[in-house]
C-alpha cells in the first residue's frame, strides 16, 4: 500500500486498517523478545518502587504537570 492510496481512504477505512495491522502486530509480538534495554528499565522502575525511591502522582497533579 502506498501514500496516495492511504490518502484515498476514508477515515473509517483508515481506523479498521490501522485495528487490523495492530492485531497483526500483536500476534507477532508474541514470538519477538523484548529488547535488553526494555528489561533495564523495567528492573530499574521495580527497584525504586521496591525503595520507595518512586513518586505517585494523583491524575489532577499529573494533569497540571503537562499542561
Keep these: 500500500m502506498?501514500?496516495?492510496e492511504i490518502n484515498k481512504m476514508s477515515v473509517e477505512e483508515?481506523?479498521?486498517?490501522?485495528?487490523e495491522l495492530w492485531e497483526s502486530l500483536r500476534h507477532?509480538?508474541?514470538n519477538r523478545p523484548s529488547p535488553e534495554w526494555h528489561e533495564a528499565?523495567?528492573?530499574?522502575r521495580q527497584r525504586e518502587m521496591d525503595s520507595a525511591e518512586a513518586e505517585y502522582l494523583t491524575i489532577q497533579?499529573?494533569?497540571q504537570r503537562y499542561r
Excluded at 483508515?14 to 485495528?19: W, Y
Excluded at 528499565?41 to 530499574?44: M, Y
Design 2 to 4: 502506498i501514500v496516495a
Design 28 to 30: 507477532d509480538a508474541a
Design 61 to 63: 497533579e499529573l494533569r
Design 41 to 44: 528499565i523495567l528492573s530499574e
Design 14 to 19: 483508515k481506523l479498521l486498517a490501522i485495528e
